[in-house]
């Protein structure tokens, strides 16, 4: 394995990390976690692989073993508590709106949208990191893209009368 291969990696694995965590440093973690795992099983890589895919499939069982350790916290959903948050005025920008919007879907719908959209892998190299058949990738992803679109119409930066966010392109 060449070094060179693996840094070029880090951009998508910090962005892939980033957005299934949710908070800058646990991504951080997340990734030199992965790398950790990388160095210590790098005979498990076979030569000619796709090494996207396996530091993608390290990392995303990485991640789901770390979720699998912690204890389960109740979920709260915003709309239930919103009367009694007191926060500054609501940010305007449109990121923010997707990254909380994004971390509002389910994790496995979360993983595919990101896998696919975001670091443009097939289906069938996200079905292989995921360990999941390619239907069930089409199905989390045709789902997600739905939840994701519902979740944007309904952000507070969202004006009536103006088309919403995300548009649909197809």
Known sequence: MDRTQ??????GLRR???VLTGDAWAADDLVQDTLE????KWRLWRSGSDLRAWLF???????????????????????DVQDSLQANAPPSDDALDLER??????????AVLLLVTLEDLSYE??????????????????????????????????VPGQPPVLRRLK
């Open 101 to 110: 919007c994004l971390q509002r879907l389910p994790a496995e719908q979360r």
């Open 37 to 40: 795992r990388a160095c210590s």
């Open 125 to 158: 190299d996200t079905a292989r990191i995921l360990a999941i058949p390619v239907g069930t990738v089409m199905s989390r992803l045709s789902r997600a893209r739905s939840r994701l679109r519902a979740l944007m119409e309904h952000t507070p930066s969202a």
């Open 57 to 79: 499939t390290l990392m995303h069982n990485l991640y789901l073993n770390q979720r699998r350790a912690m204890p389960s916290l109740q979920r709260l959903e915003i709309e």
């Open 6 to 11: 693996v840094i070029e990696q880090l951009p």
């Open 16 to 18: 892939y990390a980033r």
